[in-house]
């Protein structure tokens, strides 16, 4: 479909290892969004991109996360040196622009043993 | 950004209305109010927006107060699959979307 694509879908991966998180958002969408949310809790945002402008990190809990979004489209989460804590879904969103409705992709489950 | 009250949880009768209350009191005048909502497993979905007349879709209805401190999301027959977690969302664009803790409905048979 035209939704916001993520892959994968599911990641187990041990302790200490990089994991990739990719979010192909809906063509024609400017602004990009990621989120955690660990089971029970509510939405955590990590970072936004919005067209050309410096993407909004605030939202990173540590340095070992970072995110870029290449050519405005696609964007790839990477988590260096994974912890237990980092267990989440990382759920990505786009819109058309900086007003508009937001979408979310289905999420990827990371667990980390 | 614009804090929100939501209560943490509620409960419906199947088929009946429920009113889904949230305060904003912060909020500035070129924000508008969205609301989403998060089935289980899933990520949240668009319901409805509004910026200061009430408004109506096929899945809701926006109430929104005149001073626009609060407003009411109107589920006007709730259904099992109305379960979920519901988000108030004030939001104008200059800044990014910021989720608080929501209301989980809790539909009854």
């Known amino acids: ?113 | 950004d614009a804090k929100t009250t939501q209560p943490n949880s509620m409960e419906s009768n199947e088929e009946e209305p429920v009113h889904l209350p949230c305060n904003h009191s912060t909020i500035s005048g070129t924000d508008y109010i969205h609301w989403y909502r998060q089935l289980p497993s899933q990520g949240p979905e668009y319901v409805i927006h509004g910026l200061t007349s009430n408004v109506n879709n096929r899945m809701a209805s926006l109430a929104i107060a005149e001073d626009r401190k609060s407003s009411t999301l109107i589920l006007h027959r709730a259904t099992l699959r109305d379960a979920a977690v519901y988000y108030c969302i004030p939001f104008s664009g200059t800044y990014k979307y910021i989720f608080g803790t929501g209301t989980r409905l809790k539909v009854l048979a």
């Open chain 1, 1 to 113: 479909g035209a939704g916001v694509s993520q892959s994968p879908s599911n990641k187990v991966t041990e302790k200490g290892k990089d994991v990739e998180l990719r979010c192909d958002p809906i063509s024609g969408h400017t602004a990009l969004y990621w989120y955690r949310q660990s089971l029970g809790q509510g939405l955590e945002f990590l970072i936004y991109f919005q067209g050309n402008s410096a993407p909004d990190k605030s939202g990173l809990p540590s340095d070992r996360f970072s995110a870029e979004r290449t050519g405005g489209s696609v964007s790839t989460l990477t988590i260096q040196r994974t912890q237990q804590e980092d267990s989440a879904v990382y759920l990505c969103a786009s819109s058309l622009d900086r007003v508009g409705t937001i979408y979310f992709g289905e999420g990827s489950w990371l667990t980390v043993v």
